[in-house]
């Protein structure tokens, strides 16, 4: 048996854009003893993230590319005790030594069906132009989210949860975007609490 860890799991959420599954998430952990959202970091100072985070007395971290490149903030995780990392949003790349540093305890959401309309330049509005599309001229039928291991490829890493959601020919990119994030709010937080539980070895919340 799994020896008890002696101080909460701390989660750090990296983040980019609005924020919404990041509060998602930060809600689903709420009253937890044995995980705690222990910061949000963001590369965009007006972050929607950053208000969701101080409403919840979630302290921030914002940073900027350089920091991220450099090192520097893999050094802030280190500093802040951060176990397991979250990318909500975030759009930038993970350096290479951060994806080392944090292996099998970094988690990605994707908006779409991996290996499908994943890698370089496939992000957000990127992701549904191109489902739209595939939509229009190859007839696909369905798209949904992915929950993967972060690793050095762009969305490469072992996927641990998707779902889906019907696409007909009149979905239009909004109408995409619709069904995606109903998936999301659905699914995220519960399945990265999980995941996380997981990874550490907790036992289940039982509400």
């Known amino acids: 048996m799994a020896e008890a860890r002696l101080t909460p799991v701390r989660i750090g959420i990296l983040a980019s854009g609005s924020g919404t599954n990041a ?5 689903q952990l709420r009253g937890r003893v044995d995980m705690q959202v222990e910061r949000v970091y963001s590369n965009a100072p007006s972050a929607g993230v950053i208000g969701r985070a101080h409403e919840l007395n979630i302290p921030s971290h914002v940073f900027s590319k350089p920091e991220l490149t450099s090192g520097a903030l893999l ?17 930038l790349k993970v350096p290479a030594s951060m ?5 099998g305890r970094m988690a990605n959401l994707h908006p779409a069906l991996l290996p499908l309309f994943g890698g370089k330049g496939m992000y957000g509005e ?15 039928c369905e798209t949904g989210i992915t929950l993967h291991w972060v690793t ?7 996927i641990f949860f998707q779902a889906s959601a019907a696409l007909e020919m009149a979905d239009d990119p909004a109408r995409i975007v619709d069904k995606v994030r109903a998936l999301e709010c659905k699914h995220f937080a519960v399945e990265m609490e999980r995941a996380i539980e997981s990874c550490f070895s907790l036992g289940r919340r039982s509400d």
């Open 75 to 91: 050094d802030q995780l280190a500093l802040d005790g951060i176990d397991f990392v979250v990318l909500a949003g975030f759009l």
């Open 23 to 27: 509060e998602r998430l930060m809600l």
């Open 152 to 158: 050095a490829g762009y969305d490469e890493g072992a």
């Open 99 to 103: 994806v080392s540093y944090f292996a």
């Open 126 to 140: 990127h992701v549904h132009h191109a489902v739209h599309q595939a939509v229009q001229q190859e007839g696909l």
